[in-house]
């Protein structure tokens, strides 16, 4: 992954994590683990630690795809 490209999936964790705050515990780690997922990490342990395997696969939906585009950019 580019430094370039790195940043951007920063810049979008950063964006993610405001819409995130009201659906999930707020995890000060989720930007890295976001980014851990980007660059091939199957199972980030700030996504492991949420309360139940709801929310983890809620995150999945939701950013799964998302999170995969900023990578391959």
């Known amino acids: 992954l580019s ?4 940043e951007r999936i920063r ?3 950063r964006e993610l ?8 515990a707020f995890d000060p ?10 660059q091939g990490a199957r199972t980030p342990e700030s996504l492991q630690e949420l309360d139940s395997v709801r929310e ?9 795809d998302w999170v995969k585009g900023w990578a391959a950019a």
Do not use: Y
């Open 17 to 24: 994590e405001i819409e995130l705050v009201g659906e999930v």
């Open 11 to 13: 810049a979008a964790c």
């Open 56 to 64: 983890v696969e809620a995150i999945w939906e939701r950013l799964g």
């Open 3 to 6: 430094a370039s490209g790195a």
């Open 29 to 38: 780690d989720l930007p890295a683990a976001l980014e851990a997922v980007a």
